[in-house]
């Protein structure tokens, strides 16, 4: 939603003048198989670890394969410039002074990461604390480990060159597992899957669902015009985006206190 908490308590405080509805576009918790998992996590009995994995190929490997993109190139350099400026300025709020690398790092976060982190709080919680981090090739990589008090969760990220998507949300209980399978989001109408694992009195059963083929982006717009003409609040709201930003700043002082 934004770099910053200011941007944030801004982006509240109009909402509130307003009176409008604000919903952050975090449509992978509105996929049909994300929600059934949230359905059907007590299934599993008690959570024993969590992982949760988004490493990517770069965007445009898959965009420029399956639509036109206009990348105009007679934007004036200032202006560039001034976008990083208004960008390291921001950040700046948020972290205070820190190394270029943690800057690009927080900025993976805020993209990539805040969808991955975002649908983990919605699926078991928000961790008690950061109890570890790591990071390299210029922050474009990081792994955190997660304490959740009775059980650890390692988060992993990255963009290579590969041409291909996987990222996934892997909770596993006490007698059974659940795997939330994205796919990417700029194809239409590839399906997000639940996969299940259960042991039950000798029997073990592995099981894949695909509850729906309409897009997540889809289910994700239908939902907030029933929030904008219902008055309900969405459940990726403002003040949810800011739990999410707060677990960024944590994960960089993990990588600061770690260095």
């Known amino acids: 939603m934004c770099l910053s908490p200011r941007e944030a308590e801004n982006i509240i405080a109009a ?126 990589y990081l792994v955190a480990l997660l304490d959740y008090g009775d059980f650890m969760v390692t988060y992993e990220t990255g963009v290579d060159d590969q041409l291909r998507f996987d990222a996934h949300i892997e909770v596993y209980g006490a007698s059974g597992s659940l795997r939330v399978q994205y796919d990417t989001p700029y194809v239409r109408h590839f399906p997000t899957t639940l996969q299940l694992e259960r042991t039950d009195g000798d029997a073990f059963e592995r099981t894949v669902v695909r509850p729906h083929l309409k897009d997540p982006y889809t289910h994700e717009l239908e939902y907030f015009h029933d929030a904008v003409t219902t008055g309900t609040t969405p459940k990726t709201s403002p003040e949810d985006y800011v739990q999410d930003m707060e677990l960024f700043v944590d994960i960089i002082r993990a990588l600061q206190s770690g260095s």
């Open 15 to 140: 909402r509130d003048r307003s009176g409008k509805t604000v919903m952050v576009a975090y449509m992978r918790r509105f996929a049909p198989a994300f929600n059934e998992a949230v359905e059907r996590l007590p299934e599993l009995g008690e959570i024993r670890y969590a992982r949760v994995h988004d490493v990517i190929g770069e965007n445009r490997l898959i965009v420029d394969q399956t639509a036109y993109v206009d990348r105009p190139d007679d934007i004036p350099p200032e202006a560039v410039e001034a976008r990083w400026t208004r960008r390291a300025e921001l950040v700046r709020e948020a972290l205070g002074d820190v190394p270029e690398e943690l800057q690009w790092t927080y900025g993976l976060l805020c993209g990539l990461g805040s969808h991955d982190l975002s649908a983990m709080r919605e699926l078991i919680g928000r961790p008690q604390r950061v109890a570890a981090a790591t990071m390299w090739r210029s922050g474009g």
